[in-house]
């Protein structure tokens, strides 16, 4: 059994950065794909980013390409979510996910294809 467990999320102004963590139990978290995403009041989980299990690859949706980064260390079964130049339409409860498909090549994005998530935590970007 998987499990994530996300923290980090806080009440943030506009501008300004945050990074949300998500640890995983599992002994071949280095073989999983991990993918970021979010969900905001009344909207479809949408894809943020996602990094292959080496770290090598990494993917990003074009509503934050630039001001996201997704970072991972193996040795701590953690992967990271560095969010900058942060945007009230940011606001949502962001999840992580474990994609089974390890594969540098194919950064996969649509929610189905994810197969352990966590339980989210809330991030609320001010004006």
């Known amino acids: 059994q998987v499990q994530l467990v996300e923290s980090g999320g806080k009440l943030v102004q506009a501008g300004g950065s945050l990074r949300l963590s998500c640890a995983a139990s599992?002994?071949?978290?280095?073989?999983?794909?991990m993918g970021w995403f979010r969900q905001a009041p009344g909207k479809e989980r949408e894809f943020v980013g996602g990094?292959?299990?080496?770290?090598?690859?990494?993917r990003y949706a074009d509503s934050v390409k630039g001001r996201f980064t997704i970072s991972r260390d193996n040795a701590k079964n953690t992967v990271y979510l560095q969010m900058n130049s942060l945007k009230p339409e940011d606001t949502a409860v962001y999840y992580c996910?474990?994609?089974?498909?390890?594969?540098?090549?194919?950064?996969?994005?649509?929610?189905?294809?994810?197969?352990?998530w966590g339980q989210g935590t809330q991030v609320t970007v001010s004006s």
């Open positions: 996910a474990v994609d089974l498909l390890n594969s540098p090549s194919v950064m996969r994005t649509r929610t189905f294809e994810y197969r352990y």
């Open positions: 599992g002994r071949t978290f280095s073989s999983w794909t």
């Open positions: 990094i292959s299990g080496s770290g090598s690859s990494t």
